[in-house]
């Protein structure tokens, strides 16, 4: 089993920046993909950032320029790097990560609780 804690999140003003951080800890094999998703309040969770375990990246167009996803394989940490943040990035933001385990077959999608953040004008 693995959990993904998420930090990094609150509130700033137009502009701003945040850094997201997303550590995995627990009994796994190795992590894939890893990746950022956000929910804004009555919208559909979205795709936000992906990082393969290859470290090709692919953005939302909506953050393209602005948002840079990194990780770091051996703390197993995946980053978002938010610069010019825009009242329409206030969401929660979700980690995933496409964890390999020893004793399964396939790959499972783990989620993380999910981080608020919230830009004001």
């Known amino acids: 089993q693995v959990q993904l804690v998420e930090s990094g999140g609150g509130s700033v003003q137009a502009g701003g920046s945040l850094r997201l951080s997303c550590a995995a800890s627990?009994?796994?094999?190795?992590?894939?993909?890893m990746g950022w998703h956000r929910q804004a309040p009555g919208k559909e969770r979205e795709l936000v950032a992906v990082?393969?375990?290859?470290?090709?990246?692919n953005y939302a167009d909506s953050v393209k320029g602005r948002f840079t996803i990194s990780r770091d394989d051996a703390e197993n940490t995946v980053y978002l790097q938010m610069n010019s943040l825009k009242p329409e990035d206030t969401a929660v933001y979700y980690c995933?990560?496409?964890?390999?385990?020893?004793?399964?077959?396939?790959?499972?999608?783990?989620w993380g609780q999910g981080t608020q953040v919230t830009v004001s004008s």
């Open positions: 627990g009994s796994f094999g190795s992590i894939s993909d």
């Open positions: 995933h990560a496409q964890v390999k385990y020893s004793w399964l077959y396939q790959p499972r999608s783990e």
């Open positions: 990082i393969t375990e290859s470290d090709s990246t």
